[in-house]
């Protein structure tokens, strides 16, 4: 018996997709068939803007969800980062267009928000050890009024890409031979590459992932699970900071009471992307695929002609399923 359980399949027993891993390569099998799929049924997603306008999706989404990956892993939660990356966006903005300071000042200060916030979710969830779907739920409604509170409930428009201040639009996309090139996807590579050494290759990221495994076992095998839980919200901030300066990249205005809601794409790409909801399991690149299946589902349903209503409820399904394959994976190691 033990013999047959080491044998398992051709396919699963590949080097190839035990270094890949059989989650991952399903995940890009999706994203093929999902592109597959909306280029037959539309000739207009097979158009240049289109690719664009995926990548555009995708940046925000990816730092975010590079950030909840991390709060996944320890077993929590992040749900402020959507209310957060706007209410930090709004606040950079602000800075710049009302009180006339230079975009280096309002891109770091919208990058340092988002660290406060995720340093206060680091004390209410690891220190005052709250449940991270309340406390987080709380920071989510904090963001969402202190953006509005910042900006007395006025959108706020950063420099547009032809002004002499609209150089940071450059970061994510510039133009090149009268085409927009999406170069922002080098730049969320670099930092999937980053935190993926992080996560699998140093002592701090080993930390997380043993926390959400057994966090008392962690605790008892003298690890300061206090600090380590703390570290993923904080990391957690930052990614959120940084999708706020990506959402600025790529829409001309932010309004504020917006961004409820895109949370959940971001933790949904974590899950597809094979990050468990039980803690302890979960990779970067992983996510990045997964955020991909969603960006995919978010530009090409309107080209099939599936409206709002229905794009949030396959979304829904994705999700669902995704959860549901986490748990039978869950209940065979059990």
Known sequence: MANKEKKGNA?????????????????VLVIILLALFFCIKSPA?????????????????????IGVTFCLITGGVD?????????????GGHLITKLGMPVGVGLLAT??????????????????DLPPFIATLGTM????????????????????????????????????????IPVGFLLVLLFIFIMSVFLNHSRPGRYILAIGSNKEATR???????????????????????????????????????????ELDAIAGAIIGGTSMNGGVGTVTGTLLGVFIMSL??????????????????????????????????????
Do not use: H
């Not at 240049?48 to 989404?61: E, G, M």
């Not at 990058?111 to 005052?128: E, P, R, T």
């Open 11 to 27: 396919f699963t027993n590949n080097p190839i997709v035990k270094a890949i891993g059989t989650q991952k390569i399903v995940v």
């Open 45 to 65: 997603f097979r158009q240049y803007p289109t690719l664009v306008s995926i990548f555009d999706y995708s940046y925000y989404i990816s730092f975010m969800a």
């Open 79 to 91: 749900l402020s980062i959507g209310t957060g990356m706007v209410c930090y966006g709004l606040f």
């Open 111 to 128: 990058i340092l928000l988002g660290v406060v916030i995720g340093c206060l979710n680091a004390a209410l969830v690891a220190v005052m």
């Open 141 to 180: 409604m904090i963001t969402r009024g202190l953006g509005s509170l910042l900006t007395g409930g006025m959108s706020v428009t950063w420099p547009p890409a032809a002004s002499e201040q609209g150089w940071f639009r450059s970061i994510f996309k510039m133009k090149m031979g009268g085409k927009m």
């Open 220 to 262: 008892l095998s003298g690890v300061n699970v206090v600090k380590y839980q703390s570290l993923a919200y904080i990391i957690s901030g930052f990614f959120a900071g940084l999708a706020g300066v990506a959402y600025a990249s790529t829409f001309q205005a932010i309004a504020p009471g917006t961004g409820a809601g895109l």
């Open 297 to 334: 589902l978010k530009t090409g349903l309107p080209y099939i002609g599936l409206q709002a209503n229905w794009q949030q409820i396959i979304t829904g399904i994705v999700l669902i399923v995704a959860i549901f394959v986490d748990v039978l994976k869950n209940k065979k190691t059990a």
